[in-house]
């Protein structure tokens, strides 16, 4: 049986790092070998977003270059990523709400 979450109106969220380079730009082979792998889940199963998290490290230039081409491959699935910076924002969003703690510790041990 099929995972629920593949169905269309669902999300995946999916969290990747280049701890090796913290507060630097994701390691670009990496990034490159997981947008392959996206790239044919999002073509067999077809959710209606794909979100890529990297809670430690910045998207640079070629980073971003990566990341538009996996758009451009999947252009029937919405696809977002957010950085170490947009994530920090998240953090302090969700603490001045005291909204979803788990998220905020699992973030913050992460980052460790």
């Not at 099929?2 to 669902?10: A, I, Q, S, T």
């Not at 451009?72 to 990523?81: G, R």
């Not at 998240?90 to 979803?100: C, D, H, M, P, T």
């Amino acid at each position: 049986m099929e995972p629920l979450y593949f169905k269309d109106g669902n999300y995946i969220y999916e969290c990747k790092s280049s701890p090796e380079n913290k507060d630097g730009p994701l390691n670009n082979n990496s990034l490159r070998s997981w947008t392959r792998d996206a790239k044919n889940l999002l073509n067999r199963h077809r959710p209606s977003g794909f979100r890529y998290v990297f809670p430690v490290n910045r998207v640079d230039s070629s980073n971003e270059a990566v990341l538009e081409k996996l758009k451009e491959n999947c252009p029937s699935v919405d696809i977002q990523y957010y950085d170490c910076d947009s994530v920090d924002r998240l953090i302090r969003a969700l603490e001045k709400v005291n909204s979803l703690p788990e998220l905020v510790a699992y973030i913050k041990q992460a980052r460790k």
